[in-house]
């Protein structure tokens, strides 16, 4: 199930609306006879991969699979049907399936006879999928909230220099999370200021996340980088806003609340466009507004060993004014990339 698991991150950043999965074969003396993973919505899920490598060796064997067979026939056929049709007698799954159109694969493979078992490795597998996950559970994308500040928690100086606090490793590093996701976010204060490409590069085979600049007032230049043709990209703007200068742009007109795009509007309509995963990457006031909305679900900073002592500080107003409001994180992972530290952490559960 390691190995599966490993398999499924491969697919990681192009799956999408699909959730990663993947899978491996034993044969019936236990060695492992197929592998696979699912590499882009529309084409052969995990298990058919896998199942196609194994060929007549699957007879009889086991199949490890990261996420509960599929029952349905959507863009594929069903999972459970192949796994019968193939004549494997064990099935070993992570995680249940949440999708209700294509739940009920285990339940099937039992009344053909096989034994199934479920939640083998069920947190790892869980952790490797949560993009995924997250969005079918909540109907909104999982988002991560990324920055790069300085040991003192600042992302520019008093006079607003900020290039550049982190190192080269640590700024390719981004790339790879960028990769990963589907949409990444910025606000026009960021756009405008640091004039941002948003696109990934160094990384071959990617499939280019939607860039997304979050603008009430359309005030981006049809110069900025953003909008260059690497990467698709989404202006999302006030419905009445006069956006004449951004001729063959896609813009999304959304209704303001208070003066402002409300977080989980945006996020409910780029749910609807697929998107299952956002990298929310500036700056401090955006992000602040979608942590006060309950809308961050991991955290990924990067601290420079740099002092400033002055100057704007990562996170802009949460809506936090007393200590025991204060948000309570988790860190899953703390690691040095290159001279600097990368921590990973997620919200504590209460
Ligand atoms: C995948 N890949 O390896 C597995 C999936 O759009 P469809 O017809 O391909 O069906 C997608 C659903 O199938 C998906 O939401 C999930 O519930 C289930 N399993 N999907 O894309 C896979 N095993
Ligand atoms: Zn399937």
């Excluded at 697919?11 to 492992?32: H, K």
């Excluded at 096989?114 to 997250?134: H, K, P, Q, R, S």
Aim: proline letters at 5%; one cysteine or more.
């Amino acid at each position: 199930m390691r190995r599966a698991i490993a398999l499924a991150a491969r697919g990681l950043g192009s799956t999408s609306p699909n959730p990663v999965v993947g899978s491996v074969i034993l044969d019936a003396s236990g060695d492992i006879v197929g592998e696979g993973f699912h590499q882009r919505a529309g084409g052969p899920h995990a298990e058919v991969h896998a199942l196609r490598a194994a060929g007549d060796r699957a007879r009889g064997g086991t199949a490890l699979v990261t996420l509960e067979p599929c029952n349905h026939t959507g863009r594929t056929g069903p999972c459970a049907q192949a796994l019968i049709d193939a004549g494997i007698a064990r099935v070993v799954y992570a995680v249940g399936d949440p999708n209700p159109s294509a739940t009920g694969g285990a339940e099937t493979l039992r009344r053909a006879g096989i034994d199934v078992e479920g939640g083998l490795l069920a947190d790892e597998a869980e952790a490797g999928n949560i993009a995924w996950l997250t969005s079918v559970r909540l109907g909104r994308p999982h988002v991560t909230w990324k920055y790069a500040a300085t040991l003192d928690g600042r992302i520019a100086a008093a006079d607003g220099t900020s290039r550049w606090i982190t190192s080269a490793e640590s700024r390719a590093d981004v790339h790879r999370l960028r990769a990963e996701c589907d949409a990444v976010v910025v606000g026009s204060g960021t756009a405008r200021t640091d004039d941002p490409h948003l696109a990934v590069r160094g990384i071959d085979g990617v499939v280019q996340p939607l860039r997304v600049v979050l603008d009430t007032h359309a005030t981006t230049l049809p110069t900025a980088r953003v909008l260059d043709d690497a990467a698709p990209t989404l202006v999302v703007v006030a419905e009445d806003a006069d956006a004449r200068h951004l001729p063959g742009v896609e813009l999304l007109r959304l209704p303001l609340h208070d003066g402002r795009i409300g977080v989980h509007d945006l996020l409910t309509n780029l749910h609807l466009r697929g998107v299952r995963s956002v990298l929310l990457e500036g700056g401090p006031t955006l992000a602040g507004a979608f942590v006060a909305a309950g809308a961050v679900d991991r955290i990924v900073g990067y601290l420079a060993p740099v002092l400033l002592g002055a100057g704007p500080g990562a996170l802009g107003a949460a809506g936090i004014t007393t200590i025991t409001d204060a948000l309570r994180l988790d860190v899953t992972e703390s690691v040095r990339i290159g001279p600097d530290l990368r921590i990973t952490a997620t919200l504590a559960t209460k």
